[in-house]
């Protein structure tokens, strides 16, 4: 048995001995209204057995969201912060959440976020998280345009123009290290970053900013990490796909959709 094996059994023992509980994780989901959360239901569950807590926090528009019986509302010039004395601000709600999980994002707050700009409740809480340094997931297939305005519009996705945009959008936003995963998929992707598990291979993602990717280049640069994020239409030299292999590289692309 090697150190690393034998230290945790040692230290399982003696929590065990003394009845200590190891502190639970807690992550906020933001939901675009009271309905989303219905098919993650059994993520939730997921996640609630692997002791990582979960609030959620529901829109109610733009600039206001429910947080439980708390409603919050994001800053801006002669807007209240909060609608009762209990509730905080978007900005302050990361500070007590060890992630935060979006499994939705538009066009518009994906706008935001990659200008910096705040205004919302989503590009706050981002804002937010991202100066903490806290991890961020997005659900990467979303359509880009809001459950609201899908169901006014009568249209499920945007036009060609727009989805260019959005998917530039999104790359500048993984660029900025926020984290990217299939909205099934999102309770493995918590799972891996908090407690270590349910993501295996997925794992501190290289995210790759050039055309050409060589066996040289991922023997300088990919030590650490088993996992390389590439955007479409990147080139593979043959030698650089026999290191992958040898390594066990997990090679995930941008935006392509991909089973967990």
């Known amino acids: 048995m090697d150190k690393g094996k034998l230290q945790l059994l040692v230290e399982r023992i003696i929590r065990e001995l003394l009845q200590v509980e190891s502190p639970r994780k807690k992550v906020l989901f933001i939901f675009c209204d ?132 959005f998917e530039s959008y999104k790359r500048e936003i993984a660029d900025m290290g926020i984290c990217f995963s299939k909205q099934a998929c999102l309770h493995k992707e918590i799972m891996n970053l908090l407690i270590g598990e349910g993501g295996e291979g997925h794992e501190d993602p290289y995210i790759f900013q050039e055309k050409v990717v060589t066996a040289d280049w991922l023997a300088r640069n990919l030590l650490n990490s088993k996992g390389l994020l590439v955007r479409e239409g990147v080139v593979i030299t043959p030698l650089a796909k026999e290191y992958i292999r040898e390594k066990g590289i997990e090679i995930r692309v941008l935006g392509k959709e991909e089973d967990c």
């Open 34 to 165: 009271s309905t989303a959360h219905e098919p993650y239901r059994d993520q939730l569950l997921i996640l609630t057995n692997k002791k990582i807590d979960h609030d959620l926090l529901f829109l109610d528009g733009e600039t206001s969201a429910w947080l439980g019986i708390q409603q919050i509302q994001s800053t801006g010039a002669k807007q209240i912060i909060a609608a009762d004395e209990y509730a905080k601000a978007p900005l302050e709600l990361p500070l007590d959440y060890d992630a935060i999980v979006i499994p939705e994002i538009d066009l518009d707050n994906a706008a935001r976020v990659c200008q910096g700009l705040k205004g919302s409740v989503k590009a706050e809480i981002i804002f937010s998280a991202l100066v903490l340094q806290k991890p961020i997931i997005i659900g990467e297939d979303s359509p880009g345009l809001k459950r609201a305005d899908r169901q006014t519009l009568r249209t499920l996705e945007l036009p060609l123009s727009y989805r260019k945009k």
